[in-house]
């Protein structure tokens, strides 16, 4: 996972907010499929918000969802959602990322993140067409992919997507 600068900012902003009550924070964490040193493919279709911030206590656990363990917030704590422009999540092409995944036969209801992962990876590893809701990237000479990312990122959301939700409370 990468904090992009304005990721940074948010998540400096919000420790203070935060600081000993209970509540969560959900985020979405786009997957970036990073080819060679200056290109990289951008999921700029939208995700869901994910748990990825809580209070490091017993009361916060993880249950078991239908295929993996999920953290949820308690009835009543608050929930704030990060801006989509926060951080991405790489994915290396040139590297087994679902050798460890048992089967690839995702459930419709629960697993299209998954699903659209898996395809997604494999169509750009196998130089497939470019698949619809992905955007090439290029970085600039002698800068690599990941930072040229983390310095355009933001802006990059911004354009993929007409809305762009603020840092507000999920109910």
Same mark, same amino acid.
């Given at each position: 996972?990468?904090?992009?600068?304005?990721?940074?900012?948010?998540?400096? +902003?919000?420790?203070w907010? /935060?600081?000993?009550?209970?509540?969560?924070?959900?985020?979405?964490?786009?997957?970036?499929?990073?080819?060679?040193?200056?290109?990289?493919?951008?999921?700029?279709?939208?995700?869901?918000?994910?748990?990825?911030?809580?209070?490091?206590?017993?009361?916060?656990?993880? @249950?078991? &969802?239908?295929?993996?363990?999920?953290? /949820?917030?308690?009835?009543? +704590?608050?929930?704030?959602?990060?801006?989509?422009?926060?951080?991405?999540? /790489?994915?290396?092409?040139?590297? $087994?990322?679902?050798?460890?995944? @048992?089967?690839? $036969?995702?459930?419709?209801?629960?697993?299209?993140?998954?699903?659209?992962?898996? *395809?997604?990876?494999?169509?750009?590893?196998?130089?497939?067409?470019?698949p619809?809701?992905? *955007?090439?990237?290029? @970085?600039p000479?002698?800068?690599?992919?990941?930072?040229? /990312?983390?310095?355009?990122?933001?802006?990059?959301?911004r *354009? &993929?997507?007409? *809305?762009?939700?603020?840092?507000?409370?999920?109910?």
């Open positions: 996972m990468v904090l992009t600068p304005e990721g940074e900012r948010v998540l400096r +902003d919000l420790a907010q /935060l600081q000993g009550i209970d509540a969560a924070i959900t985020m979405r964490r786009d997957p970036v499929y990073v080819e060679s040193e200056r290109v990289a493919y951008v999921d700029v279709v939208p995700g869901k918000a994910e748990p990825w911030g809580w209070r490091n206590s017993p009361a916060y656990t993880f @249950s078991k &969802a239908f295929d993996w363990e999920l953290m /949820l917030p308690r009835p009543g +704590d608050p929930v704030t959602r990060l801006p989509n422009f926060a951080c991405f999540e /790489l994915k290396w092409l040139d590297a $087994d990322e679902f050798g460890h995944w @048992s089967y690839t $036969d995702f459930k419709v209801e629960i697993n299209d993140r998954k699903r659209r992962e898996w *395809e997604l990876f494999h169509a750009l590893r196998e130089g497939a067409s470019l619809e809701g992905v *955007e090439r990237v290029q @970085s000479e002698g800068m690599h992919i990941i930072e040229h /990312l983390r310095r355009t990122y933001g802006s990059l959301r *354009e &993929a997507t007409t *809305e762009v939700p603020a840092i507000s409370p999920v109910r």
